[in-house]
């Protein structure tokens, strides 16, 4: 089992459209939380931290439940710039960097 | 400010030969990652330099693999002898001093071909 779990999608959704995506984690010891963004043939980019309590970046909501070991990944209002891969991102112990990635979802947002 | 650089962007080498590839960190940033995205796969961790000391290199997959962080600066991860199944992308990742700051930059990545 992958440590970090996603569906790949991809997610093709009109303009203006609200899309979710889900992650699960296997190692409830995990610490930290994050969304990444990878445009294509680039290097990905920190969208968004996770927080227990969900937190909200302009359209981007992400959520936490610690419980059943999942991440989501909320977009309102999708622009064509949305599309991309979005990684869900764990950190391990506190005394790590180590980031362990899932594979990524591709979203395509279509005019 | 730069950003996290590597050199080179591209690399296309026969099976056995030996590549080197080279990553700039942000100025300052102590943290220092090796990550790699095989065809297919998700994006794994390699190793982690905390200014020229190994911090953690749980994710190097065998002995031909060599990084080396000479003076905590500029990094490079030799590949002697190269693999067909070493072909991949290879990102460099820096961030500020301690662990706990975990905002990662990371470099445009380094495009591996073995033929």
């Known amino acids: 089992r992958k440590e970090v779990e996603q569906d790949p999608g991809p997610f093709n959704v009109p303009e203006g459209a609200t899309v979710a995506f889900n992650c699960t984690y296997s190692?409830?010891?995990?610490?930290?939380f994050f969304w990444y963004r990878q445009d294509c043939r680039k290097e990905p980019k920190l969208l968004m931290s996770?927080?227990?309590s969900g937190n909200e970046d302009g359209r981007f909501t992400a959520q936490l439940n610690r419980a059943s070991q999942y991440i989501s990944l909320l977009i309102r209002d999708s622009k064509l710039s949305d599309s991309a891969t979005y990684l869900c991102?764990?950190?391990?112990?506190?005394?790590?960097?180590?980031?362990?990635f899932g594979q990524g979802t591709t979203l395509q947002v279509k005019p | 400010e730069a950003g996290v650089t590597q050199f080179p962007s591209h690399s296309v080498i026969e099976k056995g030969q030996t590549v080197t590839l080279r990553c700039d960190p942000i100025?300052?940033?102590?943290?220092l990652y090796w990550y790699r995205r095989v065809m297919g796969k998700e994006i794994k961790f390699l190793l982690h330099?905390?200014?020229?000391?190994?911090?953690?290199e749980s994710g190097m997959p065998n002995n031909r693999f060599l990084a080396e962080r000479t003076g905590g600066t500029y990094s490079t991860l030799k590949v002697q002898p190269a693999e067909l199944e070493d072909s991949g992308v290879y990102f460099c990742?820096?961030?500020?001093?301690?662990?706990?700051?975990?905002?990662?930059?990371f470099g445009s990545g380094t495009q591996l071909s073995v033929l």
């Open positions: 996770v927080y227990s």
């Open positions: 991102v764990v950190k391990g112990s506190s005394n790590t960097g180590k980031l362990i």
């Open positions: 190692n409830s010891a995990s610490q930290s």
């Open positions: 990742a820096s961030s500020q001093h301690g662990v706990r700051y975990e905002k990662l930059f």
């Open positions: 330099f905390v200014k020229e000391s190994k911090q953690d």
């Open positions: 100025s300052g940033h102590d943290n």
